[in-house]
């Protein structure tokens, strides 16, 4: 596609429930991150996909966050019995490799409301 | 650990008044400094990658400098159309190469 791609871009749910967010990265990218925004916050790296490689999870904040990358394409990070403090921007994005210049292009966020 | 600190935090400016956002940085090793710009609901902007002290980047009103220890972000002449959040990063040269973010500064430019 034209650009990182994610779904869905708006999402409520009740604490305890388990949530489910989509990235669809750039075509051709092999590097794949995922990042959080709470508000008025910077960006909080979570987890990075490079290829084949084991994925780089040093940013997930606890167990109830997990993520996979099918097929090196499409992204899903799950967030199991969803907290209050879990409500924030997720942001998606890819580059063509890590390291070097290459840029990283964001996509417009998955939000999250917990309540 | 990589640090960003960006300053001021927040900033509001007449149309046509120039002026500077900074980003202090302490990385062992950079392999690069990026600028974002993001507007309210939407994912980050890149603008700019730099790579080494003494580098310059422009685009339209925007110019980002580099030393050592810090980056700048000079606006020069703004329009309305520039205000956002304004944000930095740094990525190291060794080990994995995330970006580590400062918490960025919003701009408000008035008519």
């Known amino acids: 596609g034209a650009g990182v791609s994610q779904s869905p871009s708006n999402k409520v749910t009740e604490k305890g429930k388990d949530v489910e967010l989509r990235c669809d990265p750039i075509?051709?990218?092999?590097?794949l991150y995922w990042y959080r925004q709470s508000l008025g916050q910077g960006l909080e790296f979570l987890i990075y996909?490079?290829?084949?490689?084991?994925?780089?999870k040093s940013g997930l904040p606890s167990d109830r966050f997990s993520a996979e990358r099918t097929g090196g394409s499409v992204s899903t990070l799950t967030i199991q019995r969803t907290q209050q403090e879990d409500s924030a921007v997720y942001l998606c994005?890819?580059?063509?490799?890590?390291?070097?210049?290459?840029?990283?292009?964001f996509g417009e966020g998955s939000w999250l409301t917990v309540v | 650990e990589d640090q960003v600190t960006q300053s001021p935090e927040a900033l509001r400016l007449q149309e046509g008044e120039s002026s500077s956002l900074n980003c202090s940085y302490t990385?062992?090793?950079?392999?690069?400094l990026f600028w974002y710009r993001q507007d309210p609901g939407k994912g980050p902007e890149f603008l700019f990658t730099?790579?080494?002290a003494g580098e310059e980047k422009e685009k339209e009103r925007l110019k980002a400098t580099l030393t050592k220890k810090e980056s700048f972000l000079h606006i020069t002449a703004p329009k309305p159309e520039d205000s956002a959040t304004y944000l930095c990063?740094?990525?190291?040269?060794?080990?994995?190469?995330?970006?580590?973010f400062g918490t960025g500064t919003r701009l408000l430019v008035s008519p």
């Open positions: 730099l790579y080494s």
């Open positions: 994005a890819s580059s063509l490799a890590q390291g070097g210049g290459n840029t990283i292009y």
């Open positions: 996909f490079q290829g084949n490689s084991a994925p780089d």
């Open positions: 990063a740094v990525r190291r040269n060794t080990g994995f190469q995330k970006l580590v």
């Open positions: 990385v062992s090793g950079l392999r690069g």
């Open positions: 075509s051709g990218h092999t590097a």
